[in-house]
């Protein structure tokens, strides 16, 4: 079992939808950094937490360090948000990822 | 500012040779940590540089070396590939540790 598990793997929506995607961990962590990779290679780093929430635009990252668990919302979605969406969990400094979730954005 | 560079983008080797890839981080970054994403495995932590002292190193055989210079620029050393050493190679800079990581476009390594 992966330390860091995310959920849905893959994950197909319409233009405007709400998107959750999960993260869960089963290692004690410091902090959780929410990543998104676009075709050809490119990441970027959406948020790093170790607590409560953050918002940036139409992006909202949760965590619960009590239930190891973390979510990365997305409200009105667009196309241009399809990408593959990474959360990583840190521990005695180094970074342990999830496999991703691929998420599709359909106009 | 300038982002995080890496080169080269692409490189074509042969099993057995070694390779240097080259990571600039942004200016003021003290922290580079070195990456390698494969299909089958995803991404995984290969090391961690501060203040030109390797502060971490993940799960990789030997093979697999790096160095900080003064500068903050790193580098990464692959010695006798093998053809499972085909992946795309990320390095991402922080102004410290732990912090935000700001990630490079990646060297894609080919090893035929």
């Known amino acids: 079992k992966n330390e860091v598990e995310q959920s849905p793997q893959n994950l197909t929506a319409q233009e405007g939808e709400f998107i959750t995607i999960n993260c869960s961990y089963s290692v004690g962590i410091s902090a959780l950094h929410w990543l998104q990779q676009h075709p050809g290679g490119g990441i970027v780093s959406l948020f790093m937490?170790?607590?409560g929430k953050k918002k940036h635009g139409r992006l909202i990252a949760t965590i619960n360090i009590q239930e190891k668990h973390s979510s990365l919302h997305i409200t009105a979605s667009h196309p241009r948000d399809s990408a593959v969406y990474i959360c990583a969990g840190m521990r005695d400094d180094k970074i342990i990822f999830g496999k991703g979730t691929r998420l599709h954005i359909l106009p | 500012k300038a982002g995080v560079t890496q080169t080269p983008r692409y490189l074509i080797k042969t099993r057995g040779q070694q390779v240097t890839l080259s990571c600039s981080p942004i200016s003021g970054h003290r922290s580079v940590s070195w990456y390698q994403q494969t299909p089958g495995q995803g991404l995984q932590f290969l090391f961690e540089y501060f203040s030109e002292t390797q502060r971490n190193k993940g799960n990789f055989p030997g093979r697999f070396s790096g160095r900080q210079f003064s500068n903050s620029r790193s580098e990464m050393n692959v010695s006798t590939l093998e053809l499972g050493d085909s992946a795309l190679y990320l390095c991402?800079?922080?102004?410290?540790?732990?912090?935000?990581?700001?990630f490079g476009p990646g060297t894609r390594l080919t090893v035929l």
């Open positions: 991402a800079s922080s102004v410290s540790r732990p912090d935000t990581q700001y």
């Open positions: 937490l170790s607590s």
